[in-house]
């Protein structure tokens, strides 16, 4: 079946530090990957998105490449800041579609001090 | 524009008692969810309507019904709260069936004692 499992948190790291959260997948054909962040007190948001092999998703200073040979849609940034601290979800849309599209992982919650 | 509504924000329930969730959108969106979010456990999709007048079971649909009302609004029932369904409760919408990007409401944190 198509699942996703991303590294447990919590992550804490000092401003400016590099910043990388492990995602890996399981899906069958060639499913579309996702970043989704979740500020506290809120919804999700889209953080960024990649459609197929070796793309490269990126917004606000995060990105994230689709590989495909290791299975894995990994998220990094630079230089994280406070306004970071959230909890991120990665996510896959099964080729085709399927019940509600996205299946999600468990969360990493991240936190950057000043 | 509000995006996705959602009421009430916090609930408390006792055992057997029933209650409705509402979700609204503004953005004329096709397609509308409904996750709980647990911890440790991510999103979890309980009913989704991939268009106005029909609605499908997800992941985890026992315990609840869902009324798709009209194009904007989305309706999440239980009929017997238990203390299992303590969680926070998500709607989402989006453009179109298979549209990769979903808008989420604020949550609602719903507490069964």
């Known amino acids: 079946g198509n699942s996703v499992t991303q590294m447990e948190g919590p992550v804490t790291l000092s401003e400016e530090a590099f910043l990388t959260i492990n995602c890996t997948y399981t899906?069958?054909?060639?499913?579309?990957l996702f970043w989704y962040v979740q500020y506290p007190g809120e919804g999700l948001q889209l953080l960024l998105k990649?459609?197929?092999?070796?793309d490269k998703g990126s917004n606000k200073g995060f990105e994230a490449t689709y590989r495909k040979e290791t299975t894995s849609f990994h998220l990094e940034k630079g230089s994280v800041q406070v306004s970071d601290s959230a909890v991120y979800f990665c996510?896959?849309?099964?080729?085709?579609?399927?019940?509600?599209?996205?299946?999600f992982g468990k969360g990493t919650k991240l936190s950057v001090k000043p | 524009n509000a995006g996705v509504t959602q009421t009430p924000k916090f609930q408390v329930l006792k055992t057997g008692q029933s209650m409705t969730l509402q979700c609204a959108q503004d953005?004329?969106?096709?397609?509308m969810y409904w996750y709980r979010q647990d911890p440790g456990m991510g999103l979890r999709l309980i009913y989704y309507?991939?268009?106005?007048?029909?609605?499908d079971k997800g992941e985890v649909p026992n315990g609840y019904n869902v009324s798709r009302l009209n194009k904007r609004e989305f309706s999440l029932r239980l009929e017997s709260a238990a203390p299992s369904q303590t969680s926070v409760y998500f709607c989402?919408?989006?453009?179109?069936?298979?549209?990769?990007?979903?808008?989420f409401g604020p949550g609602t944190r719903l507490t069964v004692t």
């Open positions: 989402a919408s989006s453009e179109a069936w298979g549209s990769y990007e979903q808008y």
């Open positions: 899906a069958t054909g060639y499913p579309s």
């Open positions: 990649a459609t197929k092999a070796d």
């Open positions: 996510a896959l849309c099964p080729y085709g579609g399927s019940q509600g599209n996205l299946i």
């Open positions: 953005m004329n969106h096709n397609s």
């Open positions: 309507s991939a268009s106005e007048g029909t609605t």
